[in-house]
């Protein structure tokens, strides 16, 4: 629970509910897979109440050039397409 202006405790919005939580470690396992990288330590927090998060753990640098390079190819491929359907 959070608290209000009012100091009334409130529920925590959508985003912070623990099945979010647990679905974005999901897609994200996936979407990791699907480039090669994989997070050995990708884990909902269990811990946290107020604002469930997710562990990601610790990456070698090789790792994260691949995370990165993944990403500026999913940037160039949506420029790219934008671009085409501007002309």
Same mark, same amino acid.
């Given at each position: 629970?959070?608290? &209000?202006? &009012? ?6 919005? #959508? ?5 979010? /939580? &647990?679905?974005?470690?999901? %897609?994200?396992? #996936? ?11 990708? $884990?909902?927090? %269990? ?14 640098? $090789? ?5 990165? $390079? /993944?990403? $500026? ?5 949506? /420029?790219?397409? /934008? ?5």
């Amino acid at each position: 629970m959070t608290k &209000t202006e &009012t100091g009334k405790k409130s529920s925590p919005p #959508k985003f912070w509910k623990t099945s979010d /939580a &647990t679905n974005a470690v999901e %897609h994200l396992k #996936k979407a990791s897979e699907a480039i090669g990288v994989t997070f050995p330590s990708l $884990d909902r927090e %269990h811990f946290s109440i107020d604002c469930p998060l997710v562990e990601m753990g610790r990456m070698r640098p $090789d790792v994260v050039e691949k995370l990165a $390079d /993944a990403l $500026d190819e999913l940037v160039a491929l949506r /420029a790219k397409i /934008a671009e085409e359907t501007n002309e």
